[in-house]
Each structure stands twice: as structure tokens, then as C-alpha cells.
């Protein structure tokens, strides 16, 4: 099967700890929440990480530098080593670095993550649109960034100075619910001057090329709760994913997920990397088995019968879902057999 058609989720006998070398993780919605560890993440990623598995933590989060990053996750109980972590700041840093010469100037619209990474690439931070900046970045400066950095931005962009963003995220999961992402911050700055930034942050190849480079994975396993940035970028580096449920993806975006977007494995959490995954078996006439359920597409729904484990109904809903859908996005109403599902 190609990988662009991705009918139905797949199953793998060994656990996926062991079927993968690296797991490049997301953070946010994945790991932590609010800056709380997710409830199974710790002692998940524990005994992957004692069963020979690489962690490599991947994020469009451009605020934090990969020491900060490193240092909050060991305290959460998940020891990490900078080394560890691959930002979003230093994917568009080396995009920056590979179009302007060394020592030149970046205007920082943005946290410290944006500006160690600049310098880790032999570029020079500043703060002004005056300061003769040869370029501007925009990444998540966190939510007391002042409304004054977005107009900086506009004045060095309006005048014809490259502009460079780490990610477009329009949301970030924090720990009272979902907030406004860089990508909201960064559309303040398109209205203003109707230009377009050059983006370095999932899923985007410039944020891949990084994790690869970084980390030396030979056969990765992207996790994230992303379906347009993780779920993406996985398709677009040509490697398989997981999706966990404990983020922004909710069972209606997954069903009506487009081919780009349709994640190789689904669990709930973490603990979803320490076994196999089920089986979605093609039951015939347009129907789909996993564990207990079978799922179909009627004419205007998608119907499920049986009993069992949510998430093997979820899986069977998803094949239903995606082979009536073909390369586009399914249509079918969904929601009654999704309550019935609980998800």
C-alpha cells in the first residue's frame, strides 16, 4: 500500500520500543502539559528507554532553550540530556544560517531558545528594527511577549528584510486548556505586512533534516498528538508515526483525516509504545475488524457494532472512515459511534 493512501491504522507484532530505534518525541500534549508530566509518560518512556529505545524529544516550542528543555524533563522524572532535544528555534537558526552570512544580525521575535540557537549558528541577536538586522525570526515568546515585538517585526519586514518564523502552530496545549501558538503570533505580523515567512518547524522538511542530523535515527518512530505538525511531518520525512490521544486530537479530526494526516498507529498514551499494536482487519463488504468491534460505512455514517477495548473501536472506526474517504476526507457522520465509544 502507498504510503500517500494509508487506508487503515497498522498493527505490529513486536512492541514498538523495539520495532523502532528512536523515538522522536513531541512535547507538549505528549510529555507534559502545563509543565506536568502526562499521566503513564514517565514510567513509559522509563522502560522504553531501559529496553535499548534512543529518546530524542522534538518540539515546535521555540521559547525554551534544549538545556532549559532537558533540565524540566528530568525533573519530571524522564532523566534527558540537552543533546536530547531538538527545537524548532534550532531548525530555523540553520535555515537562517545557510542564506546570510556569519555575524550577521537577526532580529529575535521571541524567547532565549531562539537567541542561544542563533548564536550556536554564529549569528548575532538583536532586538531593533534600527539594529540594521539582515533577517527577522519569529518564534513562541510565551504569553507575556508584548504586543510592541509583533509591530518591531512588521517594521523590519515591511522594509524588505527576510522573514523567517520556527513553526505556525495556531495553538499550544498548556495546562488550563488550548492557548494561542506562535502561529496566531505570526499571522498578526502577515496582516500587518502581507508578507510570507520561510518556516522551519513541523512538518516542514527543514525541522526533519534537523531531528535526523541531531539525534542519527536510522528507523524513527514520530509520537506526537499533532495531526498538521507530528502526523504531518512523519508523512513528510517518509517515516511512520504514532498518535496519542493525549492532546489536541479528538476521534472527529482523526476520522476525518486527510492522507497526509493519517498517523501509522493510534493509542491512548505513552504506554502505547511498550507492546504491540492490534491488528484492523479488512472484514469484507466494506467492513473492518479490530479486537472486539466491526466498523462500516453506511450511506451518510459510519456504523459500529460489537464490544471491547474504545480504542480497538476507534482503530476499526478509522479504517472505515479512511477507505471511504480515499485521498480526500470523510464525510460521514461519526458522532453516535464515537459516543458510544466514550472518546
Same mark, same amino acid.
Given at each position: 500500500m502507498s504510503r500517500s493512501v494509508r487506508t487503515r491504522p497498522e498493527g505490529s507484532g513486536q512492541a514498538l520500543s523495539e520495532a523502532y530505534d528512536?523515538?522522536?518525541?513531541?512535547?507538549?500534549?505528549?510529555?507534559?502539559?502545563?509543565?506536568?508530566?502526562?499521566?503513564?509518560?514517565?514510567?513509559?518512556?522509563?522502560? +522504553?528507554?531501559?529496553?535499548?529505545?534512543?529518546?530524542?524529544?522534538?518540539?515546535?516550542?521555540?521559547?525554551?532553550?534544549?538545556?532549559?528543555?532537558?533540565?524540566?524533563?528530568?525533573? $519530571?522524572?524522564?532523566?534527558?540530556?540537552?543533546?536530547?532535544?531538538?527545537?524548532?528555534?534550532?531548525?530555523? +537558526?540553520? $535555515?537562517?544560517?545557510e542564506q546570510v552570512p556569519k555575524g550577521a544580525r537577526v532580529l529575535v521575535i521571541g524567547g532565549e531558545g531562539l537567541r542561544v540557537a542563533l548564536r550556536e549558528r554564529g549569528l548575532v541577536p538583536v532586538e531593533s528594527a534600527d539594529d540594521d538586522p539582515v533577517a527577522v525570526v519569529q518564534g513562541y515568546g510565551g504569553p507575556d511577549l508584548p504586543w510592541g515585538r509583533f509591530a518591531e517585526a512588521s517594521y523590519a519586514v515591511a522594509r524588505g528584510v527576510p522573514w523567517f518564523a520556527s513553526n505556525t502552530d495556531l495553538t499550544i496545549p498548556s495546562g488550563r486548556g488550548i492557548a494561542p501558538g506562535n502561529g496566531a503570533a505570526v499571522e498578526v505580523v502577515r496582516i500587518a505586512t502581507g508578507a510570507e515567512p520561510q518556516v522551519a518547524g513541523k512538518p516542514l522538511p527543514p525541522m526533519h533534516r534537523e531531528t535526523i542530523l541531531r539525534t542519527g535515527a536510522r528507523r524513527p518512530l514520530v509520537v506526537g498528538d499533532r495531526l498538521d505538525t507530528d502526523i504531518e511531518g +512523519?508523512?513528510?520525512?517518509?517515516?511512520?508515526?504514532?498518535?496519542?490521544?493525549?492532546?489536541?486530537?479528538?476521534?472527529?479530526?482523526?476520522?476525518?483525516?486527510?492522507?497526509?494526516?493519517?498517523?501509522?498507529?493510534?493509542?491512548?498514551? $505513552?504506554?502505547?509504545? $511498550?507492546?504491540?499494536?492490534?491488528?484492523?482487519?479488512? +472484514?469484507?463488504?466494506?467492513?473492518?475488524?479490530?479486537?472486539?468491534?466491526?466498523?462500516?460505512?453506511?450511506?451518510?455514517?459510519?456504523?459500529?457494532?460489537?464490544?471491547?477495548e474504545a480504542l480497538d473501536g476507534l482503530r476499526a472506526l478509522c479504517a472505515a472512515a479512511w477507505t471511504a474517504a480515499g485521498e480526500g476526507v470523510c464525510e460521514l457522520d461519526g458522532g453516535k459511534a464515537l459516543a458510544r465509544l466514550g472518546i
Open positions: 528512536t523515538a522522536l518525541l513531541d512535547l507538549d500534549g505528549v510529555v507534559y502539559a502545563g509543565g506536568s508530566a502526562i499521566a503513564h509518560a514517565v514510567e513509559s518512556l522509563a522502560a +522504553a528507554r531501559e529496553g535499548g529505545m534512543h529518546l530524542a524529544y522534538v518540539t515546535n516550542n521555540a521559547l525554551r532553550t534544549p538545556d532549559t528543555v532537558a533540565a524540566h524533563l528530568t525533573e $519530571l522524572g524522564i532523566p534527558t540530556g540537552a543533546e536530547d532535544v531538538i527545537t524548532s528555534a534550532q531548525a530555523v +537558526a540553520r $535555515l537562517i544560517s +512523519a508523512f513528510n520525512g517518509e517515516v511512520d508515526s504514532l498518535l496519542v490521544l493525549t492532546g489536541v486530537t479528538d476521534g472527529p479530526q482523526l476520522l476525518a483525516a486527510p492522507p497526509q494526516h493519517r498517523p501509522t498507529y493510534v493509542d491512548a498514551d $505513552l504506554r502505547g509504545m $511498550l507492546g504491540g499494536q492490534p491488528e484492523v482487519v479488512d +472484514a469484507g463488504e466494506g467492513a473492518f475488524r479490530c479486537g472486539g468491534w466491526t466498523a462500516r460505512s453506511g450511506a451518510d455514517r459510519l456504523e459500529l457494532g460489537g464490544e471491547g
